[in-house]
């Protein structure tokens, strides 16, 4: 079951995502409530059958101090769907600092982006205008709604009042 759930703080704002074991798990044992299920599957035990959450919201509010989207390789490789951006191959991915280390560039979301072997091999210990390379795209730090919304793979309808908040990712 490879099905994920969106998981709603106490005030309605999306709080992470879930597994559907772990979302039935926090529904049942009374910490959550189902705010929206699937109309397509539902879970079944021997003798009983339960709504299927794709929306559950917490009882209680968790306060996140910092809910922002890590630096990671594979958030960067989501954030420019797995593709180079210069020449947008997707074999032998790798990442690329924009403005190259040794230049002063620094290692966070907006010098870094997702670039093959080949490309960031031609590009060097240049800037892209120096190495004459267009971006397909500037890099750019996803705000935590956006990279939910965007970049968590396939989402469900029923996520989307939730995640269409006005949050400026550029």
């Known amino acids: 079951m490879g099905r994920k759930v ?11 995502i879930c ?3 772990k979302a039935f798990l926090l529904v049942f044992l009374n910490k ?3 705010v929206a299920e699937s109309d397509s599957y539902a879970l079944r035990t021997v003798d009983t059958t339960y709504p299927m959450p794709t929306v559950i919201r917490l009882h209680r509010y968790v306060h996140l101090p910092y809910k922002g989207v890590m630096l990671t390789r ?4 989501k954030r420019d769907n797995h593709r180079c951006q210069y020449c947008g191959t997707t074999e032998d991915l ?3 600092h924009v403005i190259p280390k040794s230049k ?3 290692t966070n979301w907006d010098n870094l982006l997702t670039a093959c072997k080949r490309c960031n091999s031609r590009k060097g210990d240049f800037t892209p205008e120096e190495a004459n390379m267009k971006m397909r ?5 996803p705000s935590f709604i956006v990279f939910l919304r965007d970049f968590s793979g396939s989402i469900e309808e029923s996520w989307m009042p939730f ?3 006005r949050e400026k990712a550029y």
């Open 137 to 141: 795209q500037k890099p750019f730090k």
């Open 94 to 96: 790798t990442l690329d």
């Open 19 to 21: 597994s559907v074991p």
């Open 104 to 106: 002063g560039g620094k």
């Open 6 to 16: 969106l998981v709603l703080n106490q005030d309605y704002s999306a709080l992470s």
């Open 74 to 77: 594979q958030n960067i490789f």
């Open 32 to 34: 959550a409530e189902l």
């Open 163 to 165: 995640l269409s908040k």
